[in-house]
């Protein structure tokens, strides 16, 4: 629009000059047309100029990345550069308004120096015909520039976080994942020319991530950075509701002072009567087990139907005697205990014996529970016992206080959400178990604890594979959890997945790359997919905004037959649009490919 506007201007001047009859001015004009017409004509010549070197040089910076990674990978050797060099530019190289010959284009190999950096510099030039210069004698314009590519100062670290949930098991989702890995550890192996140029972490989650009871040949059990304070909790709608116990058992109504040896469990997972007992007790979200419910020998917890008729009567002798033992948690009360274990028993220590009646004629008053009557004549006494309630200790019984109270040694490796606001961060969880929130990471009894472990930075390929060989699905959706974790092991000064230390002289380039096949469905608080949303978004901006440890961020969403909405705090925690849905388990190869593709190239960009 800009060049014929000014074209139509000149067209009007010229005619207003043919028809001038004011002779001095038609020749000032003649005289001043004469370079604005040039220099008019002379922007255009330079704007295209300007074009045709900007297609070069987007062509040079790949041929120079592409001759970068094939030198370093061995498909070519140092003689092949200059003619490799020519064939990529020329496949590469797009605007056909200039001329670039086979003849202008080189390339120069330079081995690693002192600081091992080698580098590959690729220079063209070419000239493109003028359209209004020509008039000033210039008939062409030379252009050129050139790109150069630097490796060997390079390392990576890349943190492998993959979707472990039930659903993986579903359109072979999981074992498409599985191949797809490991290909690109097997790929990012090769890049490993010297020791330290690539280390890669493995990260399965669930809801949970399970880092294993014992690491470095040594157990976890005792790390300082555990906080076992939920682990060792009682059950939470309990202390919340001042223990609102009131059960019917056979026409008598027990309080939470009333249960001891003997009587009925004072929880239920349904409310409705049990044909055993008929006890009818209010929805709490578990049963009793006749020990902690993680002790060897207790009854499965999740098949009612293998538990006999006493088992929902409180044990009246022998180790657990008086124990009131939690089982799994349904997640009716609080959805983020969904199949959580309560790692402990309460014991019964009698608290007080009332007198009911007495007398001749005395006997146990209807519906009085723990009543019981002795003696003769008038020496005869009916009394209620009561009880109180200790959860995992016995004040007066050191043996029942160690049956009622689990040794961590029990845990079997599952790590639930940090404190908030610590679960957004990557913040070194530190020693100390007091104040709130806590900085530490808290151990949790889940019943789908993942078989596979979290696998901290390392270049031993096999090791990594085996971990992700051993990845079974189950459980529900925690994306931050394991993205915490990915980041986590990114960290060279905090634990406790510390990455090796990063040497001097050295590029370090950090990535995470995240696969879920599903949307957000429950974390440490909550099965709102909006609220664990909003928790992995900070997450998100807080690795973002880390320049001090850049990380660039990939991610995958497998949705298959567009069965979700796209996850928007997926697409959002993406670096510069690094975010890939796939409709089908076949194109997880090629979503990682994708990946290795772009890693290639920000590997061996200056």
Known sequence: MFVTAIFNRLRTAARRFAGADQGNIAVIFALASVPVVTFVGAAIDYSRVNAARSSMQAALDSTALMLSKDLTNGTISTSDIEARAKTYFASLYTDKSGTVSASDVHASYTPKDSSGIATIQVNASGTLPTDFLKMAGLPTLKFGTSSTAAWGNSRMRVAMVLDNTGSMDQNNKMAAMQKAAKDMIDTLSTYNNAAGDVYISIVPFAKDVNFGTASDGSSNVNASWINWTEWEAEPRILTDKNYPINVTYNNITYTWADIGPGAPCPFDTSGSSRPTNNSTVRTYGFVCMDRPATITGSPSPTDLSKLSTNKYLIPSSGTYAGMICPGLD?????????????????????????????????????????????????????????????????????????????????????????????????????????????????????????????????????????????????????????????????????????????????????????????????????????????????????????????????????????????????????????????????????????????????????
Not at 463 to 483: E, F, H, P, R, W
Not at 574 to 581: E, K, L, R, V, Y
Not at 592 to 606: D, E, G, H, P, Y
């Open 330 to 606: 349904s997640g009716a009360n609080y959805p983020g205990k969904s199949r959580i274990f309560y790692n402990g028993c309460y014991t019964s220590v009698v608290d007080q014996t009332i007198v009911l009646t007495s007398g001749w004629n005395a006997s146990c008053p209807t519906g009085k529970p723990n009543c019981q009557c002795s003696g003769n004549g008038n020496n005869r006494q009916c009394k209620q016992t009561t009880y109180k309630h200790y959860w995992r200790n016995h004040p007066t019984d050191s043996a029942q206080a160690a049956a009622a109270a689990p040794g961590h040694g029990t845990w079997t490796g599952c790590i639930n959400d940090r404190d908030q606001a610590y679960d957004t961060t990557n913040v070194d969880p530190g020693s100390s178990t007091g104040g709130t929130p806590s900085k530490q990471f808290y151990a949790e009894q889940w019943a789908d604890c993942l078989p596979s472990t979290v696998t901290a930075m390392s270049n031993q390929w096999q090791t990594l594979k085996d971990q992700i060989t051993a990845m079974k699905a189950s459980g529900n959706t925690n994306q931050a959890v394991g993205l915490a974790w990915g980041w986590q092991s990114l960290s060279t000064t905090n634990g406790p997945v510390k990455a090796p230390q990063k040497e001097t002289g050295y590029i370090y380039k950090d990535y995470i790359v995240l696969l879920s096949d599903g949307l957000n469905t429950q974390n440490r608080w909550s099965t709102s997919q909006s609220a664990i949303d909003a928790r992995q978004k900070i997450l998100c901006q807080n690795i973002q905004a880390d320049k001090d440890n850049p990380v660039t961020v990939f991610t995958i969403q497998v949705n298959i037959n567009n069965g979700d909405p796209q996850s928007q705090v997926l697409k959002d925690c993406a670096t510069n649009g690094s975010f890939q849905m796939i409709t089908n388990s076949d194109q997880t190869s090629d979503a990682f490919k994708n990946i290795l593709t772009q890693i290639s190239k920000l590997r061996v960009a200056r």
